[in-house]
Each structure stands twice: as C-alpha cells, then as structure tokens.
C-alpha cells in the first residue's frame, strides 16, 4: 500500500430538516388547529480514530464527505428523523486542521478515539409551535440551518516510542529489520528508504516498544533537498531518538561531520525536535576489530564532546543489540512511568481547585 501522511478533504455536514406547516383534518373536527411537527437535526461529521490504518491514502480519490440530511417535520406532530452521522476512519496520529483558516481542530490518538469536525444543522420549528390566543392557524414554520462545510487538512504523525535519525545507509532500516517484523527495504546505495517504517520491538513476553525509520536526513534537507526533512514530522511524538552514524564509513568521510551535519538539519527542522533525549549507536560495527572499533569510538565521542549514552551494534552480526534493546525497554518504562505521575499530579490539582474560594 502506497504510504501517504496528508490529504485535504472536504466534509459537509447535514443540513437541518424543515419545519412543517400543517393542520388538523378529521372527521367532526373541523377546526383541529396546527399540527406541523419539527424537522430532524443533520447528521455531524465524525473522524475516528482506527489503528488499523497506517496511510491516508484512501482520501486521494475521495474528496467529498457528505453526512446525512435531517428529514422535514411531517403533520399530526410528527418530527422529521434525524440525519445520520458520517464516521471516517483515519490512522491513530492523525492531526486535522481547518485549510482555509489553518484552525486546529484536533488530533486521534488513541483506538476508537472520535473527533467532530462539521457539526449537523438545527432543525427547524412546525407551526404548532407559533399557535397562540391571537394567532389560533399559525401559517409560518422555521427553515432548518445549513449543516458546517469545512476543507480538512489532515496530517498523519505516527505513533512511536523510539526514531530512527541518520544519513542515508546509515544502518536505519537493517537495524528495524533486525529489531523486529518491519521489512523495509535495505541495499547497498542511499535512499533506499521513501517512507517511514513502524516495527514493534519486543523486550520480553509482556514487554514492547514502537520503533519509526524514516528516510534519511541529507545536507541541505530544511532547505527541500532529499527526503528526509518532510518525515522528520514522525520523530515529534517519540520519546527517545537513537542517531545512528557508520562507524567505518566505506568513503573515508568522518563520522563526526556526519553526525553534526544531521543535527544541523535537525534543529533547522525545529518544533523542539533537537531538544529531545537523543542516544548515539555506532553502526556496522562488525567491520572493525575490536582494538579499532574502541579507538574510533573514543575520537569520535572526543570530536563531539559527547557524554550521552553510546552503542556500538551490528544489524548483521547482531552485536550489541541485545545491550541496546535492554536498555532502551528500561529507559521507556522510566519514562512512561514519569509521564503518568505528571498525569496524576495533574488529575489531583483539578480537583483540589475549588473556584468558588
């Protein structure tokens, strides 16, 4: 399935049903009096949230979404049936603003999670609401109201604990292959990667983790060149970013450079991606002794000053991925953990507020 993270679609909630004017005609009631029931209300438009998507693709084709008419109000009191609502199904992650005036609407980020975006037309009143003492055959009823049109532009941002950040071959897409059932495509040239990957990592039986590759990140990416700087948008949900650099790259290119030419664009990329905790893996490993392996190691954590955590793996050899996969189910958990004592803190100020005192 061809992967695509935005679309523009345009929604059209249900118009209001009319209000009826009527009377009451029956045998030996000659003068029964207004009976003209209300409309229905139009139909809302709901987006949902489906973990079963991963693309919006589906919306290149469909445009127009158009939700349910309220029915007209009916005699004898009777009220016209309410418009159906029109549920879309969008990918967990989905980000929905309005295109023409760039309002945010809202995100789905969990299973099952809805998010109205046009809301269904009022309905309109019958005459058997305008009957008074003065007004005894009321002839006027209420039109209902149009239903909200909007233009979508939906935005897709997966859902990940761990990025993948890195040139191109810089071992990304061998090391989700390695990690888990993701099978993205992996050679000996750049750019193998078009689109973001998703692979679930397991730590142990009851433990797991979500990992995101995108394409890589090339110099001069902020200013449109390669790919890479149009996913980066994926990293902005994970927790953890690892920032893999070849250790031994086959065109003698350091990889000090490597690494600061990638955080350059990282951080031209903003939205506080280049504040987040961010892990070094020295990759393909197995291509050094280990005498070799440990020199290079220590000049480049020189060259880049750099005193974060650092993994030396192999995607082929699996060296060192056990060690990182442990570490890194650790270090999530603290965080997940962490995240929901701010959560409760939170919940427990809410309700100590008390804005009567």
Known sequence: MKFLDEAVIKVEAGDGGN?????????YIPKGGPDGGDGGDGGDVILVA????????????????????????????????????????????????????AEFLGEVLNQGQPLLVARG??????NIHFKSSTNRAPRQATQGTPGERRTLHLELVLLADVGLLGLPNAGKSSLIRAL??????VADYPFTTLYPNLGVVRAGTDTSFVIADIP????????????????????????????????????GSSASDAVRRTLNEVEKFGQGLAERERWLVLSKSDLLNADDLAHRQAALLRELNWHGP???????SRQGLDTLVRALSRR??????????????????????????
Do not use: W
């Not at 888990?180 to 495509?185: L, W």
């Not at 110099?219 to 449109?224: D, I, K, L, N, T």
């Open 19 to 27: 209000g009826c004017v009527s009377f009451r005609r029956e045998k």
């Open 216 to 251: 890589g990140v090339i110099e001069g990416a902020a200013e449109g060149a390669g790919l890479g700087i149009q996913f980066l948008k994926h990293l902005a949900r994970t927790r953890l970013l690892l920032h893999l650099v070849d250790v031994a790259p086959s065109d």
């Open 121 to 126: 037309g009022h309905h309109g009143l019958g």
């Open 310 to 316: 650092v993994f030396a793996i192999s995607s082929v």
């Open 50 to 101: 489906d973990s079963g998507l991963n693309t919006l693709v589906d919306f290149r084709h469909q445009r127009l979404h158009r939700a349910e008419r309220g029915q007209n109000g009916m005699g004898r009191q009777m009220t016209g049936k309410k418009g159906e609502s029109l549920r879309i199904r969008v990918p967990t992650g989905t980000r929905v603003h309005d295109a023409d005036t």
């Open 332 to 357: 999530l958990q603290a965080l997940r953990e962490a995240e929901r004592q701010v959560q409760t803190h939170a919940g427990a100020d809410e309700e100590a507020y008390d804005p009567l005192k």
């Open 180 to 185: 888990s059932s993701a099978r993205p495509k």
